[in-house]
Structure formats: structure tokens, C-alpha cells
């Protein structure tokens, strides 16, 4: 059976935010094999949403809920459909505070899950510089920062790719 197709989570069996299970989806009561890791937000407690019922918005109206915070892309002037999309039809991702889905060129990004170091050691200049500045870190830190990182560690570093130029951005999280 194949997955929905997420415009802004291309692949979230990669990036772990849909896992297999034997689990019943709360939406629409089928066993599909697939459930979001990361639940939605809603006055319900809901653990096991299937991918087909966030993809087509079900779960988000059955549950009046959404799947990512649309504060940051509303601050960032993103039209509100594309803002329904990424919040009520597309899969979040865990984080260790409230997860951040950043923009680019007028659009959401696709989120792609962890950085890897290499993505970290490309940063330079005027880049490492903003992203630096953007995640409050100060610029000699980032050498140990850099030196310690690891995928799926105490200081998270998501990566979103720009569906207009394709560029890539980036934001911190720390437990």
C-alpha cells in the first residue's frame, strides 16, 4: 500500500515521522499499517492517527486540531492555504520544544528531518553567520557545537529545504 505523497514531508518514513503499526487509526477506525509518530494538537488526547486521514484533512476537522503550530508561518506571511496544508495535512515532526516549520520564497518548506554534520560543516559565511544569529548562538560556540553534533541528540538541527530556490535552511532545538 503506498503512502499519501506530502508535498512539505516528502519523506516522513525517513525523517521517522510515520511509523509502522498494527494500531487502529482514531480517525477512521481502519488497521493501515502506518501511524503519525508525532500526534495532533487538540483538546482530545489522540495517539494513532494513519497518514491517509492527515492527508486529506480528516483528522484535523474530526479532531479540530493541527498537526504542526501555524504561528510561525502566519508570522512569516505565508498564505493561510498553504498554511492549512502544512498544519492540518501534512505530518509534524517530534521536537524538544514546539517544533518551528520555517519558509522560504513565499512558500513552506519541506522539512527533511535532522541535519547531517556534513549539512553544518557547509555553513559559512553569511549563512553560518544568519543562522547563527537567527538560533541566538554565539559564534564561538559553533566550533564545539559542530564537533559534538550527532543526529537525534540533545541539540537538534532540523533541516528544511526552500521549494523555490532549493535552498537550505535550518533551525535549532536543544532539550
Not at 94 to 121: M, N, P, T, V, Y
Not at 169 to 175: A, E, I, P, Q, R
Request: glycine share 6%; charged share 30%; aromatic share 10%.
Amino acid at each position: 500500500m503506498d503512502l499519501p505523497k506530502f508535498k512539505y514531508h516528502p519523506d516522513p518514513i525517513k525523517t521517522g515521522a510515520i511509523e509502522k503499526t498494527e494500531e487502529e487509526c482514531e480517525c477512521c477506525g481502519k488497521q493501515r499499517g502506518y501511524r503519525a509518530v508525532s500526534t495532533i494538537y487538540a483538546i482530545e488526547e489522540v495517539e494513532t492517527i494513519c497518514p491517509w486521514c492527515i492527508s486529506d484533512g480528516s483528522a484535523a476537522s474530526k479532531f479540530d486540531g493541527e498537526f504542526s503550530d501555524s504561528h510561525p508561518l502566519l508570522s512569516d506571511g505565508i498564505d493561510k492555504n498553504i498554511v492549512e496544508e502544512v498544519c492540518e495535512r501534512t505530518p509534524s515532526f517530534i521536537s524538544w520544544q514546539q517544533e518551528r516549520w520555517l519558509s522560504h520564497c513565499g512558500d513552506a518548506c519541506e522539512f527533511h528531518g535532522d541535519a547531517e554534520k556534513s549539512d553544518l560543516e557547509a555553513l559559512s559565511g553569511e549563512e553560518l553567520s544568519k543562522f547563527l544569529s537567527e538560533e541566538y548562538i554565539k559564534e564561538e560556540m559553533w566550533p564545539e557545537i559542530l564537533n559534538n553534533y550527532r543526529q537525534s541528540g540533545s541539540l537538534a538541527v532540523y533541516k528544511f529545504k526552500c521549494r523555490g530556490c532549493e535552498k537550505n535552511k535550518f533551525y535549532s532545538d536543544c532539550n
